[in-house]
Each structure stands twice: as structure tokens, then as C-alpha cells.
């Protein structure tokens, strides 16, 4: 298609600006603001050789437009086959419409040392343009965008990625969407409001001189919060992070604005707001950060009146177990991870009918996913959904070998030492008078008496009769928490608790599982259960001990958007070479990416420390793992809309397998 010669204006119509000369100050009257960035939605007319940059205020949706404002539909008529109408536009090899977003972005790393600002543009993440439509769709828009804004393309999938590859950068400039993510100006994490007090640290350093200070009305800005924060009314990240390291997990279980905010300090420091009380506000447009008035009375925060009810544990004298014997119900015996696992193993074994729940769901003014659930399991529609959603999970992925130790091995050890006993007895007083200044000596009086008093001989040997009898021939173990109190709703207790993975041998064994005993009553998990109102008495600990397995890769995967609730569509994915352990506890910024889990496709939105992105085999993998990860959140729910989304820790064997290390309910 030969783009017609530009003209200066176009016309306005049905909410939108047909034909004509995209300039920048017709850019801003149109626009809205996603991410930071301003927006318009165009659309290219094929057929009519013209287009239609949209009023962003007026329509949110491409389709809808097109559908009533080009083609006459009403939108019951639209509704009426939706799926339809989005394969015609999205899909369709000699589609009319070519849809796009064009986002004006600035800053110093601009992609082709383009002139600043510059504009991008991009299809929908679902869109299967291939090469040629995409390098025919940048040049009609690049014909119709004032000549002094530079223009870049960015391909929206992996697919789109591969397709463009072979064109010329001279033909069709682009840029891929990690190198824009790494100089964003705004990331939400979690989105929400607060009022508080602004804490502002240039460095770990400053943090840690103040950290014994903060309170829990306080704002934390820095350019990474740490993974070791008391509960906070907020977070500011001045540099790229990931909403799935255990600092960023705690806060979306807490529920409390987090984002990543671009010279945030910068601006704190020239606004003097350090120490001051601000408004702190986190949407899908940006963050707002301004002072405010402090209250003259500091009321109760609500998650403090709002306690966290623990279900009755059963601390009687349960067995050891392999993880493939327990179920989800054991969960009161052996605590959620150690259960999930049980679980995870009954499913792969015997499928579930659950597993197409997500799937069943209406989704107005769709019936349901399952036609989309078919061509994703690669099955012809119609067919038995759950049965080939259980055969996949059974080809794709392995779960851990291990065993679990139940709370009540925990409580044999802890009443057979009196020191301990007398130890808790001190931790407890000092909770009920809740003297804070005295509960972190005593915790760690307490840690250091379990992690020093032997194991009793005879704990010791059924310990290893059971990991004889079930991991002869490990060569390393993983001895990971397995508690009553996380894992909640309003508790998610990320990072809290301890696992260990260099062990190798009986005393290593013994040893780790004391530490990770010791860590339930650590200061920090103490102080942080008190404030949510878990009492110390309701607390048990179990432990897994897991074959460990060696990866090339690996990390964590949430079943939703975690910055984009609303999108039922995408899974979200980070990981990094080897160890999972330092995707979550942040010791490296991890690879990430958004696979959609309905259309198909994904799109990498961060390289983190890597210098290269993954291969497309691995991505492949890497796609099957979040359709696993979507099917088994349907198998968890708890409740009928299936939403609920899963935490996994997976990683990637040297054979190729999908490997899920444990699972746990995604608290946000």
C-alpha cells in the first residue's frame, strides 16, 4: 500500500482524526498516559489508503471502533462474535485494519541514537503481523508523523520479533521492549494510595543506620528497597527491579503502593519532602508524590485491627512422609508448601477435572476460553478439555522428590529441651506486654538455642531412615520452610523464613533443618506475624527436604499480571541462569517476561543481567510452563471464578523438563 502524500490537518470525526499530518501538538491533545508514556491508538485503513488516530478519551478500545465507527456494527452485533471480528484484525493475513499504538518516549539511551523525543510504535501483544505487514504498517505511519519526530518500531511478541529480524534497521528502525523497559521513567508494582511519612535513603548504607527507626506509616524511597524491610505504608524504587523478589512480593500481600520511579530522589531532594508527610498514589499512569497534612492523631493502621485467622494445626504425632503421599489437606500437618507438593504429585499422576476451570469461565461477551484452551493444548475443539489439559501437565512437568517433616517432629525437639521451652516462655511475655525493645534480644537468644541443641538420636534416625528409603543416591538436598503462617491472605511471609541448599549429608541435613526451625521465631518473622495478630502459639514449622535438582535455568512465575490485575490474559515469568535463589532474593536483576496464556505468544520485557536474550526453543518452554502454571491455578482455587493466581518456583532440568520446585498461593 503507497501512502498518499501527508496533508497538514485531518478531519475530525466519531471521536477521532482521519487522514492528515500527525504532529506533536495534535499528539498531546489526543493522547492519554500509560506508564508513563503519552498514547494514541491508530488505525490503518488498507482499503481506504487513509487513518485514524483516535481521541484517547473517548475510545478505549480499537476494536470497538472500528467495528461501529468503520464497519456500521452495533456492538451487540460486535459481541455477538467477538472472537471472530478479533481474529479479522489481529490475524487475518489480508486483514483491512492494521492496528497500533503510538507512544512518545524520551530520555538519554534512545534506540538508534534517534533525536529526542521519539515515537514508538506497536501492535497488541496477540497481533500476528508478520514482516511485511509490519514494515508496510511503520511506513504508512511514518509518511503521516511529523518528519521531526523520529519513529521506532516495537515488535509486541517474540513472533513479531522473529518476522522482522531479516529487515534492515535502515528500512524499519526499531526497538526491542527490554531496551525501552530498562530507561522507563515509571513501573507500577503495586498499585494503591497511602498517606505517610517519606523516608529517603541514597544507599543500603543510610538504610540500615535508620532501619531499627522506621515505623509503619512510613514511605521508604530508595533505589532498590532491600529484601529485609519491617512493614511499611509504601515503596519508591528509584531503579529497574522485579515485582517478584521477595521485597515486592511482601508488599503486594501487604497491599501497599510500589513502583519504579525514575529520578525520584532527585525530585525528593530539590522538594525538600525527605522526613516530610506526603500523599502517595501508584496507577497505571504514573505515581503522584506530594506533601500532605499530617494527622493530628495517628489512627490504628487497619491491618492491624483486621487479624490473620489461622486454621487449627494438627500437632499430634503424624510420620514422616514422601511429598507424593501428602494432599492439600495435610497442609494443617506439614504447612502449605510441603502439601502443595502433595498435591502437585496427585495431579500429575491423576489429573483433575479442575484443570480447564480458568478456562470455563465467562468472559462477556465471550461463553467461555475453552475454544482458546483447545489450540493451545494443540487439540482439535470439543475435545474432553481436562483430560488433555492432565495428559500436557504429564508430558511438560516434573515435580520435586523429597519428603516433609511434620510440626510435630518440630514440637518433639522444642519440648524436649527446657532451655528453649524457658526461652519461648521469656519471647512470649515480651509479646503480651509488647515490648519491642526487649522481643529481638529474646529471638535471638531463642535462635541461637535451636539452632545449637542437638537433634535427639531418635529423631535423628527416622530422619534418615526416610531419606534413605526415599532419596538414596542424592548427591545434594534442598531443605526448605513448610509452615502454617505464610502463605496467607494478607500474610504472604516471601522471604521470611529460611531454606538451605548446600546440603550434602546427614549432620548437613540435621543442621539446615534447625535453622530452618530457628527462623519461625527470627525477629524480624516474630515482628511481623505480631503485627498481623498471628500469636507465637499458633505458629508451627514443617520442613522439606528435596532432592536438589542442578538447572541452566530457573526462577519464579506468577499467574497473573502482577502490574495489571485486570488482565486476564498474561503470566508473568522471571529467571536467571543457574540458582533460583537469586531471582527472589534480588541479588540479580532477573530476565522477565509476559506470556499470554489465551492467544498464545509472549513478549520479553526485561534482559535484567543478562546479556542475551533466551533461545526460541527455551521461550517455547517457557510459554508451555505458564499454561501448566494457569491449568494448576485452576486445580488450587478455592472458590468457582478460578482467579486466584499461584507463586511458583520452577526450574528448567538439563533434559528439558519443566520442574516445579514448590507452589503457593500468590497473595496480592
Not at 283 to 303: C, K, N, S, Y
Amino acid at each position: 500500500m503507497t501512502a498518499p502524500a501527508q496533508t497538514p490537518a485531518g478531519e475530525h470525526r466519531h471521536g477521532a482524526v482521519v487522514g492528515g499530518l500527525l504532529t506533536l501538538p495534535l499528539f498531546e491533545q489526543l493522547s492519554g498516559v500509560l506508564g508513563g508514556h503519552p498514547y494514541v491508538k491508530v488505525v490503518v485503513d488498507r482499503q481506504e489508503r487513509t487513518w485514524h488516530v483516535l481521541d484517547s478519551s473517548v475510545h478505549s478500545f480499537h476494536v470497538n471502533y472500528v467495528a461501529t465507527c468503520i464497519e456500521g456494527l452495533t456492538l451487540e452485533e460486535l459481541d455477538a462474535d467477538l472472537d471472530g471480528f478479533n481474529h479479522s484484525v489481529y490475524h487475518a493475513p489480508d486483514r483491512r485494519f492494521l492496528l497500533g499504538v503510538l507512544s512518545l518516549h524520551s530520555g538519554t539511551a534512545t534506540p538508534q541514537d534517534a533525536p529526542q523525543p521519539f515515537m514508538v510504535l506497536e501492535t497488541t501483544e496477540a497481533d500476528t503481523m508478520n514482516g511485511a505487514v509490519l514494515t508496510e504498517f511503520h511506513a504508512f505511519v511514518r509518511a503521516h508523523l511529523d518528519s521531526s519526530l523520529a519513529l521506532v518500531v516495537k515488535p509486541a511478541n517474540h513472533g513479531q520479533e522473529q518476522a522482522v529480524a531479516a529487515i534492515p534497521e535502515s528500512v524499519m528502525p526499531r526497538a526491542q521492549g527490554h531496551e525501552l523497559l530498562s530507561t522507563a521513567p515509571f513501573v507500577p508494582l503495586t498499585l494503591g494510595s497511602a498517606d505517610g511519612r517519606l523516608r529517603c535513603f541514597a544507599s543500603d548504607e543510610e538504610y540500615r543506620a535508620a532501619r531499627e527507626d522506621l515505623a509503619w506509616y512510613d514511605i521508604v524511597a530508595m533505589p532498590v528497597v532491600p529484601d529485609d524491610i519491617p512493614r511499611l505504608a509504601g515503596l519508591v524504587n528509584a531503579l529497574p527491579t522485579t515485582p517478584l523478589s521477595h521485597t515486592n512480593m511482601l508488599a503486594a500481600g501487604w497491599g501497599v503502593p510500589n513502583a519504579i520511579v525514575r529520578g525520584v530522589l532527585e525530585r525528593i531532594t530539590a522538594d525538600e519532602l525527605n522526613g516530610s508527610w506526603v500523599r502517595y498514589e501508584v496507577t497505571t499512569e504514573g505515581a503522584r508524590l506530594e506533601r500532605a497534612e499530617q494527622p493530628d492523631d495517628l489512627a490504628e493502621p487497619v491491618w492491624h485491627t483486621q487479624r490473620i485467622r489461622l486454621d487449627a494445626p494438627r500437632v499430634k504425632d503424624l510420620p514422616i512422609l514422601p511429598l507424593p503421599e501428602l494432599r492439600a489437606g495435610d497442609r494443617h500437618g506439614y504447612g502449605t508448601k510441603a502439601a502443595n507438593l502433595g498435591e502437585l504429585h496427585h495431579v500429575l499422576r491423576h489429573g483433575s477435572p479442575r484443570l480447564p476451570g480458568y478456562y470455563a469461565v465467562p468472559r462477556p461477551p465471550r461463553r467461555n476460553l475453552l475454544g482458546h484452551l483447545a489450540a493451545r493444548l494443540e487439540v482439535p475443539e470439543g475435545t474432553e478439555a481436562a483430560e488433555a489439559a492432565g495428559d500436557f501437565l504429564t508430558r511438560h512437568v516434573t515435580g520435586p522428590d523429597g519428603i516433609a517433616l511434620p510440626f510435630a517432629l518440630q514440637q518433639r525437639f522444642l519440648n524436649g529441651s527446657p532451655a528453649i521451652q524457658q526461652s519461648i516462655g521469656k519471647l512470649k511475655m515480651a509479646l503480651e506486654l509488647d515490648a519491642m525493645d526487649v522481643i529481638d534480644t529474646v529471638c535471638v537468644q531463642l535462635q541461637h538455642l535451636v539452632r545449637t541443641t542437638p537433634v535427639p538420636d531418635d529423631i535423628a534416625r527416622t530422619i534418615d531412615t526416610h531419606l534413605v528409603k526415599h532419596l538414596a543416591g542424592a548427591t545434594r538436598f534442598a531443605v526448605r520452610s513448610s509452615s502454617n503462617a505464610e502463605d496467607l491472605a494478607g500474610f504472604s511471609a516471601a522471604g521470611i523464613y529460611e531454606s538451605h541448599t548446600q546440603v550434602t549429608d546427614l549432620p548437613g541435613v540435621l543442621d539446615a533443618v534447625r535453622q530452618v526451625w530457628a527462623s519461625l521465631c527470627s525477629p524480624r518473622s516474630v515482628r511481623l506475624r505480631h503485627q498481623a495478630g498471628i500469636s507465637l502459639d499458633d505458629t508451627y514449622m514443617g520442613v522439606i527436604v528435596q532432592r536438589f535438582e542442578p538447572s541452566p535455568l530457573g526462577g519464579v512465575m506468577v499467574t497473573c499480571n502482577p502490574t495489571n490485575r485486570a488482565d486476564f490474559r498474561n503470566v508473568y515469568l522471571n529467571c536467571a541462569h543457574g540458582s533460583t535463589a537469586a531471582v527472589v532474593d534480588g541479588t540479580t536483576l532477573p530476565m522477565q517476561y509476559l506470556y499470554n496464556t489465551v492467544e498464545g505468544g509472549g513478549r520479553t520485557l526485561s534482559l535484567g543481567a543478562a546479556e542475551h536474550d533466551l533461545d526460541a526453543d527455551t521461550r517455547a518452554r517457557l510459554a508451555r510452563l505458564a499454561l501448566a502454571g494457569r491449568l494448576l491455578q485452576s486445580h488450587f482455587a478455592t472458590d468457582y471464578t478460578f482467579a486466584a493466581p499461584l507463586d511458583i518456583e520452577w526450574l528448567l532440568t538439563a533434559d528439558g523438563n519443566l520442574h516445579i520446585l514448590q507452589l503457593r498461593p500468590y497473595s496480592a
